[in-house]
DNA sequence: GCCGTCATGTAAATAGTTACATGATTAA
DNA sequence: TTAATCATGTAACTATTTACATGACGGC
């Protein structure tokens, strides 16, 4: 079977929600797959040509009174037998995330502890931000998706948030100390 | 003060340890820096012509017996001005990290718990992998580079990365005992 | 009339990996 | 002699962001 890149099947997997059009799938990625997968309309438009092309998907135009017309993309069977081998196949090798603090961090010997100090403090400030952030889309699904079949693995992706920058910012507060 | 991106800081603060060529900046990575910041030689020897390019760095041939020869590479002022001077820039807004588990966790509805509780089990032992390679450089630290300024930093940024992947650890576990 | 939202798309630039090419030295 | 390590580099490809361009509709 033909191998796609994790974008495209990010798409797919959202074409299977009642998010069908380049626009949609934006807002859907923004709202709900936005803390571990981001993709901007310069890859979401020539990756839903490309679907099309494949054959993994189909386009109508839907024309709603009141409403520009939008491109409406449907799975075909291709398309969905396409995710669901995705989903069955081993993990690849897990891209090493790239931590601008930890970065700076590194080479802080080269900078007052003050500078350093105010780097973690800022980065602490952003991690809970993004905790919170995490708590909000959360009560979303609790009100708007709780019999979705699909509301128990999003509450999963979020809870790995929310436990993985948990740890970071006690990792802040433990680092802080120790120059205090 | 013209701006770089974040692998060009990289280089130059591995040009401040005595890792002055691009073969040696690449095994520092891959030995110290590679649970945060990975680099391919493909990136390496551009950004070095670039560095020197820019007078950041002077570069000399060091010839030693028994040896190929190796371009040594030695900061100038203005590279370690430019050094510093990022390390004092705020944060720039983290990039999202993508994560391929979380990705098909959230479509797992299209798939049997069977396979994803798989995919779990698959997560956690590369995660385990990955505690154990923190540790033995953390180890590593202690014993070679003890009294260097920087080593209290270098483990700082492998506490960071201990303690991030504990929490996913245990993520796995609570997510894996709800199946069971 | 203007602002916000809905809606689609492209071009150029940037970033990064992978595969390839080359060649010296050393130890088994 | 052959494999491993040291050493430098490029070309092609892939991925992704950013900035731009366009335009409709509804409410103030």
């Known amino acids: 079977m033909k191998a796609y890149n994790d974008t495209t099947y990010a798409i797919l997997g959202i074409l299977t929600t009642d998010c069908k059009s380049g626009y949609a799938i934006k807002q859907f990625i923004d709202r709900s797959l936005s803390h571990f997968w981001k993709i901007s309309y310069g890859q979401i ?89 995490y708590e909000t889309i959360e009560k979303g699904i609790h009100q708007h998706n709780k019999d979705e079949k699909d509301a128990m693995y999003w509450l999963m992706t979020l809870d790995y948030g929310k436990r993985v920058t948990e740890a970071a910012i006690k990792w802040c507060d433990h680092t802080l100390k120790n120059w205090s």
Not at 121 to 127: F, I
């Open 45 to 133: 438009y020539p990756t839903l040509k490309l679907i099309v092309q494949e054959g993994l998907a189909e386009v109508n135009v839907s024309t709603t009174s009141g409403r520009s017309d939008r491109n409406e993309y449907h799975l075909t069977s291709k398309g969905m037998d396409t995710l669901k081998n995705w989903l069955e196949q081993p993990l690849q090798q897990a891209p090493v995330e790239r931590n601008e603090v930890l970065l700076k961090l590194f080479f802080g010997s080269y900078q007052s502890p003050e500078k350093t100090i105010a780097i973690l403090q800022d980065y602490k400030n952003r991690l809970e931000i993004r905790y919170e952030m």
